[in-house]
């Protein structure tokens, strides 16, 4: 089947991703699981999405860009190993790479990051100018720590800008420590999640705290 829009989902597996909350590497997967439910169900199905990790001591779970569901969710719940640093430069390369070249459909790289990102501006600057060039739109969320990595911050804001063509690439910086629920983190972000993947997070939440609930009642029952 040949898609509308092809794109490369790239996480952040590197250690530090679970070195200063936790919570973040755990968010990451869930917001890519309903982004990924929300695109390919609702948004739209023609998209292909693919995989490709990030991280020094666990680079090579990649999935090519496919519109089956349950391969994406099954390749997503395997146990990637974290840990090593954060290899942005080779995400560029090896999401573009995993792109097709041939045909004149919608590409984009969505990427998560959350670790010290070890390029400079200028080369961040060509990266984004050179994928541009190609036609390749880019998503960063950018999960920070206040007072930590400043400098990849900036690296990160002048990469997306150097992509950016009438609006269609975009940034975002989320402190997880500030949200319970992996749906509060989309909803600050909703030029990049589809408005289907944050009902579905908000649904998740709804039955969460439903599941809470009744637990609850199941052991005040079982006092009396």
Request: with cysteine; charged share 25%; net charge neutral.
């Amino acid at each position: 089947m040949v898609a509308d829009e092809y794109m490369m989902i790239c996480i952040d597996n590197s250690r530090y991703m679970r070195l200063l909350d936790p919570r973040r590497y755990n968010f990451q997967l869930d917001c890519i699981r309903s982004y990924c439910r929300a695109k390919l169900k609702c948004n739209n199905p023609k998209t292909a999405i693919g995989i490709v990790t990030m991280g020094t001591f666990d680079d090579s779970n990649w999935l090519r860009p496919t519109s089956n569901l349950k391969e994406i969710l099954y390749h997503l719940e395997r146990n990637f190993v974290v840990g090593g640093l954060l290899d942005f430069k080779d995400g560029i390369i090896t999401g573009e790479l995993s792109l097709p070249t041939d045909a004149p459909n919608q590409k984009r790289l969505l990427f998560f990051t959350g670790g010290c990102v070890e390029l400079d501006i200028q080369d961040a600057v060509k990266f984004g100018t050179c994928l541009k060039g190609l036609g390749v739109a880019v998503d960063v969320v950018n999960f920070i720590v206040k007072g930590y990595f400043e400098d990849s911050t900036k690296v990160l804001e002048a990469f997306v800008a150097a992509v950016d063509c009438n609006n269609n690439s975009n940034i975002t910086h989320i402190q997880a420590e500030l949200f319970e629920h992996h749906s509060g983190v989309m909803s600050r972000a909703p030029k990049i999640f589809p408005t289907s993947s944050l009902e579905e997070g908000r649904n998740q939440e709804s039955k969460v705290r439903r599941g809470r609930i009744m637990l609850k009642m199941m052991l005040l029952l079982h006092m009396l």
